[in-house]
Every structure is written in structure tokens, then in C-alpha cells.
């Protein structure tokens, strides 16, 4: 088939057999940032330059173990480096929020990794990126939980923290799900790997060395080959070790986002966070529930762009989600546009 053909019949698979996902953005003191989205920005011909890794995974699927010696572990498929990075500190909290709804069938750990690009990341080769492990949970025998349970509790998104003595430097984030629903099969394991680059700031100098994401696993690991459905669960946490201070998972718990910004793009003026012309409004409205908080957002713009939305409204961009299941966004498409139904998860505006 085409590449065209085979991406269609891909969608229509994933469609009907589950939701699957990808970290749609993450919220580190408050602000939230969008993140690369395979199943809309792929399509676009001008897609927001976020910092996020584009991929080809436009099924929302994951890499299979028998390719955990390929450079499709490393950053998903045919992963290439975000346009873009975020700027924190080391210390800092990151919450990774995931498309909802991520299937509670698709039971596993959530590990996270970081890799000094020792450059821009944003033109990093991927191959020498050496990743070292800040936390990787997985089964809880006091809970009687996995790390996606708690993912899942947690409005579909996961905690996790900088250390706080890392170096100063430019750094990959992969964040993971290794979905373990039909790893007591050979090749059964299904690994989500999503990468963001950041920029930390910080006063140590903690420079952890780490491995080549084509060593991480193999597919025969303890914790990748592992059927999940026993009595007395002991999972191994597959990878190598965590670092020298970490922890498998700090508390989790949901973080409110209070306003929006963009990645800062190398080259560029300056992040669109800047202050300046912020346009306010009331605060944060945030509906507390155990599933699914509301949030609603003061998008941030350096300058008023000729298509943006009306101000306060509810009005979504070309290309932007409006709608699928679980999602709270405006559903009304900014005009040259409308909303197409893509799939029972996702609409968009084109
Ligand atoms: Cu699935």
C-alpha cells in the first residue's frame, strides 16, 4: 500500500481497537505547554513549533519490542527533535498529561528518563543521547496498583521532578508507558516513549551518566516479556537503574494549569510568555473531582496573530482539536475552518 493508504487503514485500526495515546502537553508552576501531536500536527502544512518530538505515530500506537534495538525506542517512531524547549529549574515539578482516556486495560509501569543534549536539542542526533532513569514505577503490592492506575487516577497525567542538583543544561525528557496487557507474549509489551526538550536551570553539578536508548531493553527482559496476570505480582521495573537519589514515583497528584505559553524556538524573539502584552482574565476556574478537572486557561501572546481567536472566546485554531472523547477544549472552529470528526477520540478543526 502507499504510505498514504497504510497511514489511513492504521487510523481506522486504532480507531476501532483502542484509544491508545500521546502526552498532549504538560503543566510545570502552573504553565501549560502544548505538546507535538502526531494525529493533527502531522497533517498540518504549518504546524506549531512546540517542544515536543514529531513522530510518526499517527495511530497513537507504540513501538514494539522486537524494534527495542532500533532507534524507534528512542523518542517513538521516526522521532525527530522538537523545534522548541521549555525553560525550568532543577527541582521543578512536571506534570505529563496524556490524551484521555488511556485504557485501563493497558496496565504497566511509567518510567522517565533524561539526556544531556551537551548543545541545542533541538538539533541533537538521538543516537548519542545517553539517558539516566529519575523514576520508574511500577506495580504497587500495597495498592494493588500499576503506575498507569495511578496515571489514569490522576486525570490521565504523571508527576515527575527534575533532580535538584542536575547540571545546568539542555536535556531530553523521555517520558514512558510500557503497556503490559499482552506482555506475557513474546513481542506482547507495548512501549509509548514520548520526548520534550527543556531547558534546566540549576546550581549543581550532578552530570549522571546513562545509556543509548537502543540499549534500554531488550525484548526478552524480566520486565518487558512478564505476563501481569498472576496472584502474586512481583514486576521488575525493566532498564537500568535509577539514579543516586531518586525515587521509583514521587506523591502524584494533578496540577492546574493557570495560564498557556509557548516553546521558546532558538533564534526566535524570545518565548511568548513574555510579559508585556499578557492579557488577563479571572483566575483559574478549576473544577476538583477525582476524574476529570476543568481548566480553564488565559492563553498567553506575545502579539495578536491575524487568525487568533477572539478574546475570551471559545473558539478553536486551524488545525487544533475540537473535539473527542474526554476533551474539554472549544469545539467552535475559528472561521476558514470547520470541525471534522477524525475518530470517536478525536475532531479537528481543518
Ligand atoms: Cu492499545
Known amino acids: 500500500m502507499s504510505k498514504t493508504s497504510t497511514l489511513l487503514a492504521s487510523l481506522a485500526s486504532a480507531a476501532l481497537v483502542a484509544a491508545h495515546g500521546h502526552v498532549s502537553h504538560v503543566i510545570i508552576n502552573g504553565v501549560q505547554y502544548k505538546n507535538y501531536d502526531p494525529t493533527s500536527d502531522f497533517y498540518n502544512p504549518n504546524p506549531p513549533s512546540v517542544f ?3 513522530t510518526l505515530q499517527q495511530d497513537n500506537g507504540f513501538v514494539e519490542p522486537n524494534n527495542f534495538g532500533t532507534a ?3 523518542c517513538h517512531k521516526s522521532g525527530t527533535p522538537g523545534k522548541g524547549s521549555a525553560t525550568i529549574n532543577a527541582g521543578d515539578k512536571i506534570s505529563i498529561v496524556w490524551t484521555p482516556e488511556w485504557p485501563d486495560s493497558h496496565i504497566g509501569p511509567v518510567i522517565d528518563y533524561l539526556a544531556n543534549c551537551n548543545g541545542p536539542c533541538e538539533t541533537v542526533d538521538k543516537s548519542t543521547l545517553k539517558w539516566f532513569k529519575i523514576d520508574g514505577a511500577g506495580y504497587n503490592s500495597v495498592t ?3 503506575a498507569s492506575d495511578d496515571l489514569r487516577k490522576n486525570g490521565n497525567s504523571w508527576l515527575v521532578q527534575i533532580p535538584a542538583d542536575l547540571k545546568s543544561g539542555n536535556y531530553v525528557l523521555r517520558h514512558e508507558i510500557i503497556a503490559l496487557h499482552g506482555a506475557g507474549s513474546p513481542n506482547g509489551a507495548q512501549d509509548y516513549p514520548q520526548c520534550m526538550n527543556f531547558r534546566i536551570n540549576g546550581s549543581g ?4 551518566a546513562g545509556v543509548a536508548g537502543t540499549s534500554l531493553y531488550t525484548a526478552t527482559d524480566p520486565g518487558i516479556l512478564f ?4 496472584s502474586n505480582i512481583q514486576y521488575p521495573v525493566p532498564g537500568p537503574a535509577l539514579i543516586p537519589g531518586a525515587v521509583s514515583s514521587i506523591p502524584q497528584s494533578i ?3 493557570t495560564r498557556t505559553a509557548s516553546a521558546t524556538i532558538p533564534g526566535a524573539a524570545g518565548p511568548t510568555s513574555a510579559a508585556g502584552t499578557t492579557t488577563t482574565a479571572a483566575g483559574p476556574v478549576t473544577t476538583s473531582t477525582s476524574a476529570k478537572p476543568t481548566t480553564t486557561l488565559v492563553t498567553v501572546t506575545s502579539a495578536p ?3 487568533a481567536p477572539p478574546a475570551g472566546g471559545a ?3 486551524k488545525w487544533g482539536q475540537c473535539g473527542g472523547s474526554g476533551y474539554a477544549g472549544p469545539t467552535v472552529c475559528a472561521s476558514g475552518s470547520t470541525c471534522s470528526v477524525l475518530n470517536p477520540y478525536y475532531a479537528q478543526c481543518v
Open 227 to 230: 505476563n501481569p496476570y498472576v
Open 315 to 317: 473558539t478553536q485554531t
Open 305 to 307: 496573530a491575524t487568525t
Open 255 to 257: 496540577s492546574v494549569a
Open 205 to 208: 553539578n550532578n552530570s549522571p
Open 144 to 146: 494493588k496498583t500499576w
Open 52 to 54: 515536543g518530538w514529531a
Open 72 to 74: 524507534d525506542v528512542i
